[in-house]
């Protein structure tokens, strides 16, 4: 059965999509390889830190954590499109796929606990600084952290009632 000229187009958005996605994915694990390449090379003190004004172990840690807030960056964006791309080809193709639903709010609750840890991180970072929690109240981190928590709860409740409506609609 030939392909309608939407469907060749949504095939052709979605590998160029995926290909973007994933270059920016690889450049984000670079990045991160990086800034944790350079905090070993500050703790073999073969690299000054950025901030003189940190001792050599929070220098380490801090320019790690850089690292760290990228790696869990990183994945990001092709989770998003990924599950994103998979539910716009099916509802373009007219078929309702519930595994595609499913993806999109698996991906959600991925992307939030992603966040949670950037968000942990940075906080963590901010406690390393040499200013400390005095320069940098932690109370909208943490209200952060809370919020995002809490929709994560929703989004796991969510994904297990539709699981058991699946498994109900199976069995019969």
Known sequence: MPRSPLERCIELLYAAGALCSGLLMISLFLA????????????????????????????????????????????MSFLVYRSLGNYVASKASGREDPDAEAAVTESKGLVTSLMVAVVATDLVGKVLSPDGLAAHPPIYELLLIVILVAYFYLLSRMGLRRASKAVELAHR
């Open 32 to 75: 991160a390889f990086c800034e944790i390449g350079s905090a070993v090379l500050v703790f073999f003190r073969q690299f000054v830190g950025n901030d003189q004004r940190l001792s050599l172990e929070s220098a380490v840690l801090t320019t790690a954590l850089k690292g760290i807030e990228l790696l869990f960056l990183a994945p």
